[in-house]
């Protein structure tokens, strides 16, 4: 297996998190991290909704987008983030079909930046997209993709017992033999 960065080694997405607050100046940087990814035209069509549970109202609106099974966890964190990106250029107004690609590159930046300062993210798909549009108000022309929950490593104990050993569980990677293309599709595993 050939060696990478250990911040990307360490990556992970628990469940678990502690009851301890993210300072401020960490969550700048991890939103300035995200800014400085690469993206189509340089247009940064990425946003985020986010709150700390020291500001619970919009804490709960956040938190009351997710689905049920997320929120036996989710409650733990002590952030909660929205992404959302512009589904068209605001250069030309043409469809952006690469605003989720580099949504992905700047919340990759995060991830390592979160991994540099012991902060962990857990990227999540099980929210109504239609609730967060209506509660947060977001225009037609912008899509929200996903809800990250971020915060310090916990306890996996605090977990609801049927969570517990999913947190423990060894990361499991394809190989990269199941990964690389040479352009014979037929080939592929």
């Not at 969550?27 to 990425?46: D, G, M, T, V």
């Not at 952030?79 to 990759?108: C, E, P, W, Y």
């Not at 390592?112 to 962990?120: E, G, K, N, T, V």
Request: hydrophobic content about 40%; some cysteine.
């Amino acid at each position: 297996m050939a060696q990478i960065h250990e911040l990307i080694d360490k990556r992970w997405s628990p469940r678990a998190f502690a009851d301890q607050e993210i300072e401020e100046d960490k969550i700048e940087k991890l939103f300035e991290a995200a800014s400085f990814a690469a993206s189509c035209y340089n247009e940064q069509p990425w946003r985020f909704v986010y709150a700390t549970k020291d500001y619970p109202e919009r804490y709960e609106q956040l938190f009351s987008c997710l689905g049920e099974y997320n929120q036996m966890w989710v409650k733990t964190a002590p952030m909660i983030i929205l992404t959302v990106v512009s589904k068209s250029f605001a250069r030309n107004q043409k469809i952006n079909f690469h605003a989720r690609h580099d949504l992905g590159l700047a919340i990759g930046n995060m991830s390592i930046q979160a991994m540099s300062m012991d902060l962990y993210m857990h990227q999540m798909a099980g929210f109504s997209a239609e609730k967060a549009r209506e509660v947060f108000e977001i225009p037609e022309d912008f899509e929200a993709v996903t809800m990250i929950a971020v915060g310090y490593l916990g306890n996996p104990e605090q977990l609801p017992e049927s969570m517990r050993e999913i947190e423990s569980s060894k990361r499991d990677r394809k190989n990269l033999a199941q990964l690389l293309f040479d352009g014979d599709w037929d080939k592929m595993r």
